[in-house]
């Protein structure tokens, strides 16, 4: 990489941590939990066995169970923190927050796509990382807290009829697999498969973007922080 | 450029490969069969050398098969009777008293009295059913496991379907894991009992879950997701809920990839598109 | 001291002689033990000694002369006659070798006739199409010929009874020779059978079905008696051929390596010369690599289009496809004919297969009504459109949405299980609304069968005269074109 392109943060130290904790995590309790959602299949059998059998898989999906816990309670940390730093002004440009505009972008980036229309512009988070976004949060809480009562039966039962831990077996299953199906295709394809990202798409791990990344993929960001010096200074990398 | 191109794709190829796994597993049966237990004790033909190596090698044929008049034997009369009928299991008290005993303590046994009647078209089983009388079996815990599936299953159909899609099932039959519990570890051996009693439940579920509490019998082992409420006439609420939950789940899994799928495949193709227009 | 001496030499001699005669008493046989024995001993089959007593057996009841057993209130004789039965092609069997599941309490028969375990070369039943699947081998090869279809299973088996329910006598143990197909295949039968002869599928089926090479077929009556002309395929593969013929001697008018005035035979072989340069050489790499990014991957659409390409694609992937499985088929049963995945694979009615191929077709369906849309709707396409054009894209869905006709009928005809035909969704639709109409499907079928199989016939006969001469021309013109430019 050349030394005149100019890189913008895009993620902090933080926020890549973060996504470490989930890849990592992800992959431990997909595999885990995979293997005993398909015990029919030969591979489900012999991936047990690589995990050290049942014991083993059980072990690791609980491990993995609890860095998922860790990293949820992080992030709600942070969120309080952020919207505090920003002084309750969630509803900013740049927030994170769905909007209607993100249907329209749907539509109209649809519409690109069959060759029907212009290239949208995009704020700073695009409706598709919302979405990717958004989907781990409600992944966690339903796959999370429905864990919790296959996890610990015995306590949930106290409060809960038992049909609740059936109830908790479809959710926790079913939500794992549309994770899997989305993370494994939807959102790998997404970062690195476009053509414009082949073969990879380093930034979740460097927090940086280029400057012609950043007009092209962001470019309404790119317009407020031309308006805003202050904003672009803190951006740029130096 | 080209060697990333080649470990995408390959990565592509294993997610490829990843779904038809995944797709197989629901079309087609499973892929390790377990051997089927086709009965031997009805056969007319006895092997004498194994005979001979079991526990009751040795033995008169009379000893057991008490009722059989050599004048009149073969019977055209109950040729159309299956080998566990035709036999009179009271010879087997003789020697095993407790086993009997504890057998007419059980839920089979009150069906074969007439008792209590069964929807099950199947006559009660005996000693006989689960017994091999002529050959020696060692059977390891797993092997049990099997021929409990196996044979339960024979009568029990749809019991067996749901048990093995319950992590029970799931991770003794098909994941070998001899410490999940079996058939007649909650449901009893020679005193067969069906559980319908949520005290006596309770206790069976306490034998691995010690701090069970009363609640928890109401989870569903046997669980079936179905609208028609006649299947499971004792769950029938339980099992319409469990079909809209899953409804539900599925709609949402099937709609949601269905998608994005659409919608990724779609990007990758104008990228395409875009990267041959440039050339 | 000295009685306590004789005594333990009594106590010695006595423990001496029950040693020595222990064995002689423990081995004399009880007799009573023996009685039992002398039935229920397992046989060796495998020595003729064991093949006799395991016989001596079953005669011990079924040589009686009054045995016979009640079905449906009709006394069906049992007795076998020991010397006639020795005398058939399976005489020096024991009964058990074939009748595996009899010998038991109770006494019925569980599972058809063993025959697969002897006779495991099955190709030829299976060549002969899935149809035969569900048939039992008895239900051709046994005298008498009454065939009924189990309603349950869907099996072919052979009746207890004949057409005019009377019990049979099925004891003589006779097969039939040579095999007579109208047991089952004439006008009205109730099995499910075809009423008409329908040929086998021919070369021209390859390109979606499971089929054969042969260009003709033998009559189902009377399978011996010679041969007929495919009168369907074979016209349309001349015209085909002709047509291929036109197309190649227009292109050998041009130059080949810059010189006009060569005789054909002259210009051929350079061509073939140019080709196996290209073929022993490493050169060959890149024409593959053109083949499958231009040929296959249809790169240069994609440059054209997004629409264009995924329109191009469904119908090319689909019939890719619909070729892939039916060849693979094919060679499957060429050669291992009695795997499981050979016979998953010949059954229409298998889940997996039943799917895909309904729904390919679909996809080919979609594709056709896609490119008449696109040839309506769009301004520049539609200047660009013959009535020739519309023609031969609208026979190729036609074609297909009527192979939907002809599986919906034969899922109606052979009676196919609902939970096995809801796999063949499209055919089970359409079978849903033929039931409608008040038609004998099962004479109606072979008619239905020529017309998909005379659409198909004219589509192939008009290929190579019209716009879709491309499916054909354009991959290898693509390639061609790939090379030359890579040789720049």
Not at chain 3, 88 to 95: F, I, K
Not at chain 3, 181 to 187: K, P
Request: hydrophobic residues 45%; proline residues 5%; negative net charge.
């Amino acid at each position: 990489m050349s030394e005149t392109v100019t890189h913008y943060w895009r993620l902090n130290l933080f926020h890549r941590f973060i996504h470490v904790l989930v890849m990592v995590s992800f992959a431990g309790a997909a595999l885990s939990g995979m293997a005993l959602k398909f015990t029919t299949a030969a591979w489900a059998r012999l991936a047990m066995q690589l995990m050290g059998g049942v014991p083993g898989a059980a072990l690791l999906h609980r491990v993995c169970a609890m860095v998922i816990a860790f990293y949820g309670f992080l992030h709600f940390i942070y969120i309080v923190y952020d919207i505090a730093r920003h002084k309750g002004s969630i509803f900013r440009g740049s927030s994170m927050l769905p909007r209607p505009q993100d249907i329209v972008d749907l539509w109209q980036h649809l519409m690109y796509f069959l060759g029907r229309r212009p290239r949208p512009q995009f704020d700073r988070f695009t409706y598709w990382e919302k979405f990717d976004y958004f989907a781990v949060f409600w992944g966690v809480l339903m796959i999370g807290l429905s864990g919790l009562v296959l996890w610990f039966p015995e306590i949930a039962t106290q409060f809960l009829p038992g049909v609740a831990i059936n109830i908790a077996q479809i959710m926790h299953s079913d939500e794992a697999l549309l994770a899997v199906g989305f993370i494994f295709v939807v959102h790998m394809f997404n970062t690195h498969m476009r053509a414009e990202k082949f073969p990879v798409d380093m930034s979740i791990f460097t927090g940086k973007v280029s400057e012609d990344e950043l007009k092209k993929e962001h470019a309404l960001e790119w317009e407020r922080m031309q308006e805003d010096p202050a904003l672009m200074e803190e951006a740029r990398v130096k | 450029m080209k060697r990333p191109a080649l470990v995408w794709c390959l990565t592509i190829a294993v997610v490829i490969v990843a779904a038809v796994m995944v797709l197989m597993t629901r079309c087609g049966q499973p892929i390790s069969g377990r051997p089927s237990h086709e009965p031997e004790f009805g056969s007319w033909y006895v092997e004498v050398q194994r005979y001979n190596q079991g526990v009751h090698g040795g033995m008169d044929c009379s000893l057991c098969h008490t009722d059989i008049d050599p004048e009149e034997h073969p019977d055209s009369e109950n040729l159309s009777e299956s080998a566990t009928d035709l036999f009179d299991y009271e010879a087997c008290a003789s020697c095993h008293p407790q086993e009997y005993e504890h057998y007419h303590l059980g839920v089979h046994a009150e069906v074969l009295s007439g008792t209590v009647q069964s929807e099950i078209d199947y006559p009660a089983p005996t000693c006989g059913h689960c017994h091999d009388p002529h050959y020696r079996q060692v059977l390891s815990r797993l092997q049990v496991i099997d021929a409990q599936v196996d044979i339960c299953g024979q009568c029990h159909p749809s019991e067996l379907e749901t048990y093995l899609e319950n992590y029970h099932g799931k991770t003794a039959v098909d994941l070998d894991y001899a410490d999940s519990a079996s058939c007649a570890d909650c449901h009893g051996s020679h005193q067969v009992v069906a559980l319908d009693q949520p005290e006596k439940a309770v206790q069976v579920c306490r034998k691995c879950h010690p701090d069970a509490t009363e609640n928890m019998v109401g989870y569903l082992i046997h669980a079936e997701e179905t609208l028609s409420p006649d299947a499971d006439a004792s769950h029938a609420r339980e099992s319409v809920l469990l079909f809209l939950v899953q409804l539900f789940f599925v709609v949402l899994t099937v709609s949601v990839l269905a998608f994005f799928y659409g919608h990724t495949f779609l990007w990758l193709l104008r990228g395409l598109h875009e990267k041959l227009r440039r050339r | 001291m000295r009685a306590g001496l004789v005594g333990l030499c009594v106590v010695s001699l006595a423990v001496l002689v029950a040693l020595t005669l222990a064995p002689a008493f423990a081995q004399e046989p009880e007799p009573e033990q023996e009685q039992c024995w002398a039935c229920h001993r397992q046989p060796n089959l495998d020595t003729v000694a064991g093949v006799q007593a395991a016989i001596a057996l079953c005669l011990d009841c079924h040589s009686e002369a009054d045995i016979s057993k009640e079905t449906d209130g009709q006394e069906i004789p049992l007795q076998v006659q020991e010397e006639a039965y020795g005398a058939t092609r399976h005489g020096h069997l024991s009964c058990t070798h074939c009748h595996s599941t009899v010998a038991h309490s109770p006494h019925e028969e569980r599972a058809p006739l063993a025959c697969g375990d002897c006779h495991h070369n099955l190709s030829q039943h299976i060549a002969s199409g899935d149809a035969h699947l569900t048939v039992q081998c008895s239900a051709c090869h046994f005298e008498p010929d009454a065939v009924i279809r189990d309603a349950e299973t869907g099996v072919v088996e052979l009746s207890a009874f004949d057409a005019q329910g009377r019990a049979l006598d099925r004891t003589g143990h006779q097969m039939t020779k040579p095999v007579d197909c109208g047991r089952c295949h004439f006008a009205g039968n109730d099995l499910g059978a075809a009423s008409a002869a329908l040929p086998p599928k021919g070369p021209l089926c390859f390109a979606c079905h499971d089929a054969s090479l042969a260009l003709y077929a033998g009559s189902l009556r009377a399978p011996n008696a010679g041969v007929r002309i495919d009168w369907v395929s074979a016209p349309a593969l001349v015209v085909f051929c002709l047509g291929l013929v036109a197309a190649a001697s227009f292109w050998l008018k041009g130059t080949v390596h810059g010189k006009a005035d060569l005789s054909v035979g002259e210009k051929l072989s350079y061509i073939v010369a140019d080709a196996c340069g290209i073929i022993f050489s490493r050169r060959l790499l890149t024409l593959l690599k053109y083949f499958i990014l231009d040929g296959v991957l249809l790169r240069r659409t994609l440059k054209e289009g997004v629409g264009r390409w995924l329109m191009h694609g469904l119908i090319l992937w689909a019939f890719l496809g619909r070729f892939l499985l039916g060849i693979s088929t094919w060679w499957m049963a060429q050669l291992w004919p009695t795997a499981p995945l050979t016979q998953t694979l010949v059954d229409k009615n298998a889940p997996p297969v039943a799917f895909l191929y309904d729904f390919l077709a679909l996809l080919v369906i979609v594709g056709a009504i896609w490119a008449l849309m696109r040839r309506a709707l769009d301004r520049q396409m539609r200047e660009v459109t013959t009535a020739g054009d519309v023609a031969i894209t609208a026979l190729l869905g036609g074609l297909f949405v009527f192979g939907f006709v002809v599986e919906g009928a034969r899922l109606i005809v052979t009676q196919v299980p609902v939970e096995l035909a809801v796999y063949s969704f499209g055919g089970y639709a359409v079978s849903l609304v033929l039931r409608l109409v008040p038609v004998d499907w099962a004479s109606a079928y072979p008619y239905l069968w020529w017309v998909h199989a005379a659409l198909v016939a004219a589509f192939v006969a008009c290929l190579p005269f019209s716009k879709f001469f491309h499916i054909l021309v354009g991959p290898m013109l693509v390639t061609i074109s790939g090379l030359l430019r890579e040789k720049e």
